[in-house]
């Protein structure tokens, strides 16, 4: 899962980048794009991990791409430079800035922010899809092409976000490469100050991000860089001090996982215990491809135990044994927590 971090200068876009990927990129004032991965934690895999001692254990990972906002007065609002970068990216995260930073002019308006970025995601779509419109309209193209198009037209120039459209009504299909930046998931990340690390999300900000079909998230992003800093031990402890329930990086993969509405499926044995990343409803052909392309092209059939049935039981001789291996063919919808194993021929 590739998750692009934007936002405008001085919001706090690096130091959450740090804070997430345990690196440490300087802060303040642009810099470069950087890429960096995390792992993703999962109980499950520790658990499974310790049951089977595999020469190699795998979590499933995020990789986030920190670009840097334009800076200066009179430029509030995201580069050609930057829109680009986020382009190939899977989901983007826009990180809002609500402390007072020396280094940004005026007081913090994260409201103001948001809308400044969904006007300019939605101006940047429209010419775009304007520019392809015309092209297929002169070239005669079939009419639910056009009618995609304009769908998707009419949507952005009332200022609602590709997102938004249901798929019954936009047929995306035809909307394929051109990197829309309103069509992205997106996961709005309120970066608030020190004295008000566990606040809530402002109510009319909650509300015009779920209006925006997105998702939120509030954290004080340099509290979170000394919490990462922390051993497990006093993490809990700060945490609890501080009144959150976890740190930023679990909520921020939750919170990611449920917009982008990810799974994890799992392989064990002794040469590796993997977790796979696969959209929830994923059909188990499609998800032995994820391992494999052989496994997809040859699939004969999966052969699952639910974490939960494995654990119960304590190993895949015992589920057997009950009779509790469930065999499944290619249509079987994989379930979160599945363990898989793949009978292919090719
Ligand atoms: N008080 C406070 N300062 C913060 C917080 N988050 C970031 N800062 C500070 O704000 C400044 C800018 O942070 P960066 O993370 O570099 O911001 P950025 O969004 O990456 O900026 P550009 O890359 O220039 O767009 C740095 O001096 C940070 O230390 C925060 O939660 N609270
Ligand atoms: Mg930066």
């Known amino acids: ?21 345990g690196l440490d990129a300087p802060v303040g004032y642009g810099g470069e794009v950087r890429i960096g991965t995390v792992r993703v934690p999962d109980p499950r895999i520790d658990r499974l991990s310790q049951i089977f001692s595999p020469k190699k254990t795998t979590y499933a990972e995020i990789s986030f791409c920190d670009v840097p906002g334009e800076h200066g007065a009179a430029k509030k609002g995201l580069s050609p430079r930057g829109l680009q970068q986020i382009r190939d990216q899977e989901a983007l995260c826009l990180v809002l800035g609500n402390f007072d930073n020396p280094a940004v002019e005026g007081a913090p308006d994260p409201f103001g922010d948001l809308e ?26 079939p009419q639910p092409e056009l009618t995609a198009l304009e769908v998707a037209q009419a949507a952005l120039e009332a200022e609602r976000p590709l997102r938004s459209i249901p798929d019954t009504e936009l047929d995306r299909s035809f909307l394929k490469g051109f990197g829309l930046l309103s069509d992205r998931p997106l996961l709005v990340m ?9 606040d809530p999300m402002p109510e009319p900000l909650a509300r015009r991000i779920a209006e925006l079909s997105a998702a939120g998230l509030t954290l004080c992003a340099s509290v979170e860089a000394d919490i990462a800093a922390m051993d497990p ?27 982008l509405d990810l799974i994890s499926f799992f392989t064990v044995g002794p040469d590796e ?15 032995a491809g994820k391992i494999h392309s ?53």
């Not at 419109?133 to 005669?140: D, I, S, T």
């Not at 895949?316 to 499944?328: F, P, R, T, Y």
């Open 190 to 198: 309120v970066n608030v100050d020190e004295t008000r690390s566990a």
């Open 273 to 287: 215990v993997r977790a796979w990343t696969i959209r929830r409803g994923t059909r188990a052909r499609r998800a």
């Open 1 to 21: 899962m590739k998750i692009g971090l934007v936002g405008f200068g001085g919001s706090g876009k690096t130091t959450v980048f740090n804070t997430m990927t």
């Open 116 to 141: 400044t970025f969904h006007a300019e995601c939605c101006f940047a779509d429209l010419e775009i899809l304007e520019k392809r419109l015309e092209r297929a309209r002169k070239e005669r193209s």
């Open 233 to 259: 031990e006093e993490q809990a402890e700060f945490l609890r001090d501080l009144g959150l329930e976890s740190s930023a990086l679990d909520r921020f993969i939750r919170a990611a996982y449920e917009l």
């Open 294 to 346: 052989d496994l997809e092209r040859g699939f004969i059939r999966a052969e699952v135990t639910p974490y939960e049935t494995f654990i119960e039981h304590g190993s895949e001789a015992a589920v057997k044994a009950a009779g509790k291996l469930q065999i499944e063919g290619q249509d079987y919808v994989v379930a979160d927590g599945d363990i898989l194993h793949v009978r292919f021929n090719v």
